[in-house]
């Protein structure tokens, strides 16, 4: 037979066991996380009608996409898990119940240069909460405690969300008589942390055309800060010039203090002037969030308010917020920087059962019992030397083997033996189960089981 | 703005949220089973270099795949998890401990002609052991115990795995002298149950060539039926033949003896004769699964043990026994028939707190403290009338509405109401979390959580 070379495209993660089973750990804390607060999952199709998905427009976008006929169908794949809701929410308007809140952790696809720590193909874990017509300002302050109570759950806890509004961004301008070049103006502020404070005057100065007081005036805005309530107590004094201003920082006060109602330590969300978002779409709170010790990695999570989701395909104010987390990206970097939660499984099972007979049915029995307790039991029935067995729960990381000869039949029992020790003890297959639990929980052995 | 009407692909599956939770719940089962028993999780990419994906080639296949040039790349999405698994094999042969042990619950996409039940874009879930050269007997009894498990984990309990071996169907083709024949005969006989005895025999006579004699000891042959146990009596009669034919009998003994022993009731198994596998990868034991009021949707489950893996990809004997569900026509059915297990949940949410004041503080709190002991609270904050909020937790379908008022504030409790029996009553936080899990484990509820 011709064998041909195998190999996974670039641009694409495909993860050894290990790793695999810690990126589903991830995937699982986030499921759970956003079905604790009520929001139900939803699962699109990867492929769409090419002019639904591209409604519209835009040249990035189009530039990569994955589209292709297939007989007469012109044909895309999504390239993010936004289109997908707002195509969705029009198509099912009618039999959901609003506010309709709504999880999505699937792969989208994005056909850009492939480069490293970018992939065409990866993992977007959304939230997204809808109303119709109207949603009340508490959502914009229960988004970000839900990445928080994430964030904790994968193990990290020097990162912090920084929040913003739109409208204080624009009430500003609108101060200053530069509503019309808003827009362009936080494109250009959003570019601070990356090109420095002199350049973004540069580029306000002769790109926008603002005169040197007005880029003065607005350098000095986005450079207020400090703790949460001082940064409020110095946008006091902007108030009572525009009315979009003082809505805005009435919704930033509102998010702020509900933060902490949802236990959200002041440590790890801060209002933050300079966040813009890139999109014209958001309209009011927008959200990043940022690794502490890793600032050059950007955001690793970010979203915020918008007044009008599906527009392309209703005739209806959807207004919604959300947030969206690049997972396959987070892992990569994670795993890259050594933050992987070490309390993350990384071997397929928690005890490997070995027979030490030619009759298999007591370690079938055994597995099932252990398995019953609710541990990963995995059972080795290959015909192999006692040395190769042991080879083999080592390079599988299993921190447990239990075997069972025929004394220990005899007695009821199976030997246990912790893999990173070489300790072994006979226990009855209760107490086997208890003890191979409590080192789980302990901490006392390779790997830890997170439950 | 101009407004494209929205619409989903036909032959791509997309849910309404109760629905989409049940779909998920059944993910969860499969996972946590899989994982019971030492599978780790495989997560490879949807597109594929086309020229691997297609190694193998053969028409159906290639006709109905998804392909498409991107830049310079010839690329197709994956039309099964097997093609990608024996790549993924080959590709990290070097990095994995064999046994192999991997599931994988993934999209994969055909474009067949649409029509009811049938889908372009489906879920398989996969469980496959690999073996290095050698994989032992035992694991073709543990691949159907696993599926005996999850089918009891949907809630369905009138199903019966088949298992035949190919051995002891090509050892008997052999014994007749028909071996060059066996696979035009296995791939007929395989129709018995679509056309009948009578077509089958014309079509092994006019069809196959076979003499009569021949054609009635086949016929024979596969008529013979019973409990288990009679099944491999009637089966003794032919040994000593056909050395193949004694092997194959040896391991349908073996697996069936081992099935027994993993706990699998007899009437959830039958030794099955008639049934071959179209494919003429599998070479031993093989596998079908049919929902016994049911036949006419044929096999839910399938699969078997195959030599090669992977040999268009390595050159290296891999042996392996796997088993393939095809979840989102599984899905289908059993909603369609009114199967789906009405334990599973179908409200995004336990319980919906209704903060009653102005303030949300103290029901940002209660809805904290409720979701620590393990339930799904969602936090109503949109200022609607009383009425209003009730009809949302009616259309969502929560079981428990939580009511927190200035009384309930000042006397530190809270209002669970019971959505299904319109019952109230006041309970400290703590109470309430007791009260609504007890409900919904006893089912005292519209919706019943499972744990």
């Known amino acids: 037979m011709d064998i041909i070379k195998p190999r996974t495209l670039s641009g694409f993660m495909e993860l050894l066991p290990g790793k695999q089973l810690r990126f589903e750990k991830m ?8 079905a604790s607060y009520g929001f139900a999952p939803l ?25 292709f006929q297939k007989g007469d169908s012109d044909l895309a794949l999504r390239f993010d898990l936004t289109v997908p809701l707002a195509k969705y929410v029009a198509l099912h308007y009618s ?7 709504r999880y999505q952790i699937s792969k989208v696809y994005r056909g850009e240069r492939a480069q490293r720590g970018r992939f065409r193909e990866f993992y977007q874990a959304d939230i997204d909460i809808i109303g119709d017509g109207k949603l009340d300002i508490l959502n914009e302050a229960e988004i970000p405690a839900i990445i928080y109570k994430v964030f904790k759950g994968f193990g990290l806890s020097r ?3 920084r929040v913003n509004n739109r409208k204080i961004l624009n009430g500003f301008y609108d101060m200053l008589g530069l509503m019309e070049k808003s827009g362009d103006i936080m494109r250009t502020v959003d570019k601070l942390d990356k090109i420095g404070k002199e350049k973004v005057r540069t580029l306000l100065l002769e790109d926008i055309g603002l005169t040197e007081a007005q880029a003065d005036d607005i350098l ?16 006091e004094g902007y108030t009572g010039k525009s009315e979009l201003f003082d809505q805005g920082l009435a919704e930033l006060k509102a998010v702020t203090a509900n933060l902490a109602a949802f236990g959200v330590p002041e440590e790890n969300f801060a209002v933050d002037l300079t966040i813009a978002r890139g999109l014209d779409y958001y309209t009011g709170t927008v959200y990043e969030t940022t690794l502490l010790d890793h600032p050059e990695i950007g955001s690793v999570c970010s979203g915020g308010r918008y007044d009008n989701l599906a527009g392309y395909y209703i005739d209806k104010p959807l207004p919604g917020v959300g947030i969206s987390i690049g997972l396959t990206r987070l892992f990569y970097v994670l795993d890259e920087q050594g933050l992987l939660n070490p309390a993350l499984p990384s071997a397929p099972a928690d005890a490997l059962v070995l027979p030490m007979t030619e009759d298999p049915a007591p370690a079938i029995a055994l597995a099932e019992v252990l398995r019953c307790t609710g541990l990963r039991i995995q059972l080795y029935g290959e015909q192999k030397k006692f040395k190769q067995k042991m080879a083999y729960a080592n390079k599988l990381g299993v921190p447990f083997a239990v075997l069972l000869g025929e004394d220990e039949i005899t007695e009821g029992k199976c030997s246990v033996k ?10 009855s297959p209760a107490d086997a189960a208890d003890y191979i639990r409590t080192a789980l929980e302990a901490g006392n052995c390779p790997v830890i089981l997170e439950k």
């Open 220 to 235: 000095k805005f986005i450079a207020i800060s400090g703790a949460n309530g001082e940064v409020l107590a110095a946008l």
């Open 27 to 34: 995937m699982e804390i986030l499921r759970t996380t956003y």
């Open 418 to 427: 912790n893999m990173g020790t070489g300790e072994q003890v006979k226990l």
């Open 159 to 161: 990162f912090q969300i």
């Open 43 to 67: 699962d699109t199709p990867v492929i769409e009608d090419a002019q639904i998905l591209l409604a519209k427009g835009g040249g990035e976008t189009e530039k990569q996409i994955y589209r």
């Open 95 to 101: 039999d959901l119940a609003f506010p309709f809140r």
